[in-house]
């Protein structure tokens, strides 16, 4: 069974930068969109930011200029966050979709506090 492993959260001031990275622990096959979701307390999950086999990429208005998701291979995917502000605290999961199902990560924590 293929997980997703994410890593790179943590706690940081206002205006920080964290990496969050995403990896698949075997092949997934036909990967066509890769996603990274996030869920704070009391609130539904959102959708943050996609990437498209083709590259093409989707934000949440609100993380448009500060995030850039990308990816390295099919399996491999990454969220570069800047200026982070406090209401971005949520904990954020990867996804990765084919055309037979989703996978998920556990989740990561990112905290941002003064």
């Known amino acids: 069974q293929v997980q997703l492993v994410e890593s790179g959260g943590g706690v940081v001031q206002p205006g920080g930068s964290l990496r969050l990275s995403c990896a698949a622990s075997?092949?997934?096959?036909?990967?066509?969109?890769m996603n990274w979701y996030r869920q704070a307390p009391g609130k539904e999950r959102e959708l943050v930011a996609t990437?498209?086999?083709?590259?093409?990429t989707v934000y949440l208005d609100s993380v448009k200029g500060r995030f850039t998701i990308s990816r390295d291979n099919v399996n491999t995917m990454y969220l570069q966050m800047n200026s982070l502000k406090p209401e971005d605290t949520a904990v954020y999961y990867c996804?990765?979709?084919?055309?037979?199902?989703?996978?998920w990560g556990q989740g990561t924590q990112v905290t941002v506090s003064s």
């Open positions: 075997g092949s997934i096959f036909g990967v066509n969109a």
């Open positions: 996804n990765m979709n084919n055309q037979f199902r989703g996978y």
């Open positions: 990437i498209i086999r083709g590259g093409t």
